[in-house]
């Protein structure tokens, strides 16, 4: 009896490995109801992800404001002194700021390089079971989105919408390590890729052995065939560091994004673009420098110095 | 197994999963965060027999390749689940004092998070698939490692409790 029930214990973990492994065949080949299931899934889900967006974003802030507690201790002593009331009106209005704050700016550079853009907001981010880089919009097909769509937030380049639901969007983030981009460096027309790395730092490998390139060279995407999935000229990041390794066959360069990755709140996929393109018009303004104050002193030595004014008061 | 017990179960995986899945993504933990759901199934798992536990892990595997936050091949999960799922009930099984002991299920789930972590990343590679650099998938584990000690202390007693209540048992969690 015993020995049967081992039996029919294996039985059962090769039928459910034997099944895993069809279903990994079936996913590489590209059975469409593999995708069909994911689509389901997440068709369904959609509105409870949304929920939970509205339910956890007051926590989210809050957690925010006490990480940001030392810097922020200053402008706290202040609001101490308001009532409750006011208090808890300006968190709610800090919120709805930061999120103005990221529209405008994406519409801002939607908006120069005549870009028909659609703003979503973030309602999730890329789970710990799985090592890629996306994040989930709250729109999708219903709203005009489609794979292969450019996403743009204000400081520039944040992916390519990877898989479009009903109501939702998965967006594959420009730090994935599976992420690549051709991009031009602004002011010149020197090409290259550029891979993300899983961070907010990316590797750009020149084309061309015969260019080169330095810190602090401002990169541009270069855009696609039917400006999918990529529209050209929407800023990427800026080199931070060149290999000049001498066995090299082209340059390397590690690069960081314009944009912050793990703190995006609104995004922009931009729905089309026009046949021209800006070059070099989106680049960011360099930041001014910070003027330090000087104090020129001028001293003028008395003719006649009486003996009182020898030392100094 | 009764239909009062396979409905439950089945209705408990679900509500974690649309936890994990709703709630748990969206809190934009340090480093990564931790999966509710993967440590959820594997405590279930490290409670159950071998055949339950590989079941445990197929039917978490598949959901969590349901999921769109998914990148691998659908099926990845579901396999590395079964074989996790499996290993960790038999590794119970085998040694009683291992399933009685708190610490020691802390530890053996806390492990198998990793494990099972590390069992997909070397079924990606030999799809192909593009996983970042080494120094980023090393933050990840051991960010990943940390948070599941941290979480599975409090979340086993309320499995341990579900299991119970479940398959009208007593365990001594």
Known sequence: MARGGEN???LLLIILIITSLFLITLDLRGVSLISGLRTGTQSALSPVQSVGATILTPVRNFFVDVIYLGRTRSEMEQLRTENGELLSQLRERRSIDAQL???QGALDLAGKAEFKVLSARVISQGATTSFTQTITIDAGSRNGIKPNMTVINSYGLIGVVKTVYTNSALISLASDPSFRIGVRVAGSQQIGILSGQGTRKGVLQLLDNQSTIKVGDILLARGSVNNQPFVPGVPVGEVTSVDNAAGAVTQTADVRFFANFSSLGIVSVVLAAPDIDPRDSLVPPKPLPTP??????FVTPSQSPSPNSTGTE | MSTRKISLTALLFILVYILQEAF????????GGFSLFLIFALLWAALSSPNMGALTGFTAGFLIDLSQSTAGAFGQWTLVLIIVGFGISYFGLGYENVRLNPFTITFLV???????????????????EDLGTFSSIATSLLVGLLWSAAVVPIAMPVVARAYDFINDTRSRL
């Open chain 1, 8 to 10: 029919r214990g294996r």
């Open chain 1, 101 to 103: 704050e990221q529209l």
């Open chain 1, 292 to 297: 330090i104050p000087t104090v020129t002193v």
């Open chain 2, 24 to 31: 748990i993504t969206q809190l934009r933990i340090a480093g």
């Open chain 2, 110 to 128: 806390t492990v198998s998070v990793v494990v099972a972590r590390v069992v997909y990343l070397l079924l990606s590679l030999l799809l192909g």
